[in-house]
């Protein structure tokens, strides 16, 4: 298991984080009419595919549980879905969700797909664990057909304090968004086909509440202290995972965005 396999195991096997967040793994997009985590996630994915083509081949990118590949393949057809995962454990259970397309185990950043071959590349809340975000982007560039695109939401980390760094790579990091709108235009996106929106308030700030309170961090124990005897390791684990998730991600995010970027 290597350390981003590791890093989201519990988000992948946690019966209590798949009803929470509705077998999405991502940030959701919050609005203030939104009520729970798993409404956000599917709100995020809605914005996200209504920037896609009608019709078309269509490939999804880190995939987590399936649940954004089986919505591609109501709207397109399985026949012209792909999905690719650098986790053979992510494939199995999206497999189990009932994903029929053409899944495999693939790194983002050297896909071994052939050049102009998709209409549409939907990648949601990845590329910052990329080994490189750069080599995707360019990957990216090079297997879309003319006029095709790639949509994404993704996270600008601006340090890395407390995080692995080889679930984080360094070389992800950016100070502002016109850092990071660069990295397209150096991937080959022309300046005016790549489109940001800054999300940051919709996504992350609204996300660690709402874990904060589904995990009843606020319940009044002592920071460090023991859980009770009738708390089961598991809801231990899970508690400590998310509680360390917050802190990391307002620390280190700089911004959370929204891109449609054409070819």
Not at 54 to 61: A, K, P, S
Not at 156 to 180: A, C, I, K, M, W
Request: charge should be negative; glycine fraction near 6%; aromatic fraction near 10%.
């Amino acid at each position: 298991m290597n350390k981003i396999q590791e890093a989201y195991s519990i988000a992948m096997n946690d019966p209590a984080y798949e009803k929470f967040a509705g077998g999405y793994v991502n940030y959701g997009l919050w609005t203030s009419a939104t009520k729970s985590p798993a409404e956000a996630c599917h709100h995020l994915v809605d914005t996200l595919l209504a920037k896609f083509p009608e019709r078309g081949r269509v490939l999804d990118v880190a995939f987590g549980k399936g649940v954004s590949t089986k919505r591609l393949e109501e709207r397109y057809g399985a026949e012209n879905v792909v999905g690719i995962n650098i986790d053979p454990d992510q494939v199995r259970i999206a497999r189990d969700r009932g994903v029929t397309c053409d899944l495999r185990v693939m790194d983002a950043a050297q896909p071994d797909l052939p050049s102009e071959s998709f209409d549409a590349i939907l990648c949601v809340e990845s590329a910052f664990h990329f080994q490189s975000r750069a080599r995707f982007l360019a990957e990216a560039h090079r297997v879309l057909r003319p006029n095709g695109v790639l949509v994404m939401s993704d996270v600008l980390f601006r340090t890395g304090h407390g995080l692995d760094p080889e679930v984080f790579p360094l070389e992800n990091q950016v100070s502002s968004v016109d850092e990071y709108r660069g990295a397209y235009i150096a991937a080959g996106f022309s300046p005016d086909s790549v489109a940001i929106d800054v999300s940051t308030r919709q996504q992350i700030y609204a996300l660690s509440a709402a874990v904060a309170g589904a995990f009843n961090f606020f319940r009044g124990r002592p920071p460090g202290a023991e859980p009770q005897a009738n708390e089961s390791q598991a809801f231990a684990a899970a508690e400590r995972f998310w509680a360390s998730f917050i802190v990391s991600r307002l620390v280190n995010i700089q911004e959370c965005v929204l891109v449609a970027a054409r070819k």
